[in-house]
């Protein structure tokens, strides 16, 4: 398997332009994750999807982010506009479902996005 | 809310020699995982090992092994026979059992420079 793919890996962008970050997931997971890292904060969570179905997107900052998954091999994450504290680096995350009891199920991430707003 | 910390956020070891990375949580819940991720410059996130809070023997993958103190709500991570290429920022991160997935929540990190 591939692993996780983001697109693009770097990304360089001028205030105010719309950003789009791409993931396709490990083809069978259910789960997709959107994170992001920064000096400041760290790793945290923007929001997640399970079967493209948005589930918590109680981290994503304000208005100006959005995500969607419109199919399971797919998902975008949108800034618009963008600005210079929204640089970052972006990962994807997918995970499966997995039957049985208490399965320990690690997320496998994307290389991740570099965005720099200038 | 879980938070993970991480107290050191520099490690220096020797090649060959071993090295504990420290990390604690806080939780109310019972059953939950624990994981340790590595990224390399690189900034790919590569898991490195897994635990679950059910489970009493600590976990093991090759030179990576932990020491899971549940009371203490401790799980340190130690590697044996420290390799160049062991040289990264290593992440702990707690995810609670609660449905079949739900978000990590990582410390802040400890960078693991490894010396000749």
């Known amino acids: 398997d591939a692993g996780v793919i983001q697109s693009p890996r770097h990304e360089v962008t001028e205030m105010g332009q719309e950003v789009t970050l791409r993931c396709k997931p490990i083809?069978?997971?259910?789960?997709l994750f959107w994170y992001r890292q920064t000096m400041m904060r760290g790793l945290e969570l923007l929001i997640y999807?399970?079967?493209?179905?948005?589930?918590?997107d109680s981290g994503m900052p304000e208005d100006r982010f959005s995500a969607k998954m419109p199919n399971a091999s797919f998902s975008t994450l949108k800034i618009q506009p963008s600005e210079p504290r929204d640089s970052a680096v972006y990962f994807c995350?997918?995970?499966?479902?997995?039957?049985?009891?208490?399965?320990?199920?690690?997320?496998?991430f994307g290389p991740g996005t570099r965005l720099l707003v200038l | 809310a879980q938070t993970v910390t991480q107290s050191q956020p520099e490690m220096s070891v020797q090649e060959a020699e071993t090295v504990t990375l420290s990390c604690t949580y806080d939780?109310?819940?019972?059953?939950?995982?624990l994981f340790w991720y590595k990224q390399p410059p690189s900034r790919q996130m590569i898991l490195v090992i897994r635990?679950?809070?059910?489970?009493?023997q600590n976990a093991t993958e090759n030179r990576f092994s932990v020491n899971f103190q549940k009371a203490a709500k401790s799980f340190s991570l130690k590697i044996s026979d420290s390799q160049l290429g062991d040289a990264a920022m290593y992440f702990c991160?707690?995810?609670?059992?609660?449905?079949?997935?739900?978000?990590?929540?990582f410390g802040t990190g400890t960078r693991l420079q490894v010396t000749l």
């Open positions: 995350a997918s995970t499966p479902w997995v039957a049985g009891p208490k399965p320990v199920i690690p997320q496998y």
């Open positions: 083809s069978g997971h259910d789960y």
């Open positions: 999807f399970n079967n493209n179905v948005p589930i918590d």
């Open positions: 939780t109310s819940e019972s059953d939950y995982y």
């Open positions: 635990q679950e809070a059910y489970k009493q």
């Open positions: 991160a707690y995810r609670s059992s609660t449905g079949t997935a739900s978000k990590l929540t």
